[in-house]
């Protein structure tokens, strides 16, 4: 079973299942644990990095779409929070990583929109879930290719 991270709550009475998963997504809330906690104590993380992952219609609050090149050039499962990584060391209890379109402004896009607006940022988390480390292509030829496949 996953928690999103922030419902999890420090310096309570009542502790958390171990075998429970973090969803982690963002860390501005207040008394927001930074992802190594989470990861100390043995807990197994799932990225959702609301810095990358997250495609919020109409861009409320501070979100702004992901891109593609964004995500293909800096980020990696490792990258839990905001554009850090955490060490390797915690690489086997890290599952991976899952990109959400939330609908917080729903009719700000069409679904053809939203569906050309994800292409690209799908095709490179899928790209560095597959193979986390400095690309061999530039952004251009693996947009080329990307187009290519279709």
Same mark, same amino acid.
């Given at each position: ?22 969803? /982690?997504? +963002? @860390?501005?809330? %207040? ?7 989470? #990861?100390?104590?043995?807990?197994? !993380? ?18 702004? /779409?992901? +891109? @593609?090149?964004? %995500? ?7 990258? #839990?929070?905001?554009?850090?990584? !955490? ?64």
């Amino acid at each position: 079973m996953r928690v999103w991270n922030d419902g999890f709550f420090a310096g309570t009475s009542v502790q958390a299942a171990k075998d429970l998963q973090v969803a /982690y997504w +963002t @860390g501005k809330e %207040i008394g927001a644990r930074q992802p190594v906690a989470y #990861l100390s104590a043995g807990r197994k !993380v799932l990225n959702y990095n609301d810095e990358y992952m997250y495609y919020v219609l109409g861009e409320p609050q501070t979100f702004v /779409y992901p +891109t @593609g090149q964004r %995500i293909y050039e800096h980020w990696t499962p490792r990258v #839990l929070r905001g554009t850090t990584a !955490v060490p390797a060391q915690y690489d086997a209890q890290i599952l991976g990583g899952s990109f959400a379109v939330w609908c917080d402004l729903a009719n700000s896009q069409t679904q053809n929109q939203v569906a050309a607006g994800i292409r690209m940022p799908l095709r490179a988390t899928i790209q560095k879930l597959w193979d986390p480390g400095t690309p061999s292509l530039t952004w251009t030829q693996f947009k080329s290719l990307a187009d290519k496949v279709g």
